[in-house]
């Protein structure tokens, strides 16, 4: 293929264009992208244009959105952050690397990237490469389950149940929590049911807060994850959780929040609503200096490579990178049957 880079030239105009290779230098190696996968929260907020840094710049010092002061820099290249590949090229300084050796970590869609060495993870022996791709929605994940700060016994609400929210709930199964999953989609809560889920809600027709409420003699979810990015999810996890319970945000929410009401249960029952972000230096406060974004990620590989975790039935479709513009749009039609979509580079 040679060297190629996915390139967003403005909302849904997606191309794959090609690119020269980087130069290898001290401590890096050379990767060869096998597989990338995308994901169906950030980078359709690009795909579509309403991400907040396309309209707003953040300050790093002030940790603020503010009013852009210049346009947006596109084209944006190479975005995505789901790689797993084969090491084909190494610095003469690097020790712990060598050609051939599958890798998985962050690069973004494109058939090559040079890296620094430590930037990459080596696969476990026998792991289907496939299954690195969920190494960073797996840590999304994690990290919510971790801000819970869920309990043995636990009764958990795990709203949508897209890739993170099924990870989500197997993971809060194996915290031990009893988990309730909710999602409208049919074939996703089969999924769920697979993982471990204890009952499963579909959003269409009945209401998840009655379940939980009914499941625990009136109380309601010790903690609720909501993962789905809907600010009608986030208020019925809200509405499912007892008094002076957990509500861990997770999801990326889009626009205003109109369906969110705050002077209802929220107000009335104290909930305490908790922001989840896989990219902040701990999962929660409170874990600062025994968690870390690097333990998060290879926790989660560790609970995929033991087989506590099996992430490969959430593979949907896989696709040539060539036709990464259909893959981006088959994402964007939001069909209840698609949940990983994986790019193929040859």
Not at 44 to 68: E, I, Q
Not at 104 to 115: D, F, K, N, Q, S
Not at 125 to 143: E, H, W, Y
Not at 195 to 217: E, F, I, K, M, P
Request: charged share 20%.
């Amino acid at each position: 293929m040679g060297n190629w880079v996915v390139s967003l030239a403005g909302p849904r105009r997606i191309s794959l264009e090609p690119c020269p290779p980087d130069p290898l230098g001290s401590g890096q190696v050379r990767v060869r992208t096998c597989y990338s996968g995308i994901s169906a929260g950030t980078e359709l907020t690009l795909y579509r244009g309403s991400n907040p840094r396309l309209s707003k710049d953040w300050d790093d010092a002030a940790r603020m959105f503010v009013p852009r002061q210049t346009p947006v820099p596109y084209p944006l290249i190479g975005f995505g952050y789901e790689e797993v590949g084969e090491v084909i090229e190494v610095a003469p300084d690097v020790t712990d690397r060598h050609p051939g050796q599958l890798v998985w970590g962050i690069w973004g869609h494109r058939a090559e990237a040079v890296l620094a060495a430590d930037a990459v993870r080596a696969l476990p022996a026998g792991l289907d490469p496939l299954a690195a791709v969920f190494a960073r929605p797996g840590a999304i994940a994690l990290t919510a389950v971790l801000a819970g700060d869920l309990h043995l016994g636990d009764w958990v609400g795990v709203f949508g149940q897209g890739v993170i929210g099924l990870l989500a709930t197997r993971l809060a199964v194996l915290s031990g929590a009893r988990v309730v999953a909710v999602d409208p989609v049919p074939d996703r809560l089969e999924h769920a049911a697979r993982y471990g889920a204890h009952s499963t809600v579909d959003a269409t027709v009945t209401s998840a807060a009655a379940v939980l409420r009914q499941a625990t003699d009136g109380r309601g979810a010790d903690v609720c994850l909501e993962l789905s990015g809907a600010y009608p999810a986030l208020h019925e996890a809200i509405r499912s959780t007892t008094h002076a319970g957990r509500v861990v945000a997770a999801g990326f929410y889009q626009g205003q929040a109109d369906a969110l009401g705050l002077g209802e249960e929220f107000h009335h029952n104290r909930i305490q609503l908790v922001a989840a972000q896989v990219s902040g230096p701990t999962p929660a406060p409170s874990m600062a200096g025994r968690w870390t974004g690097d333990r998060v990620a290879q926790t989660f590989m560790d609970l995929v490579a033991d087989r506590s975790v099996d992430p490969l039935p959430l593979v949907s479709h896989i696709v040539d990178a060539s036709a990464v513009a259909d893959a981006l749009a088959l994402l964007d039609r939001g069909a209840g049957d698609v949940l990983q979509v994986v790019l193929r580079f040859s």
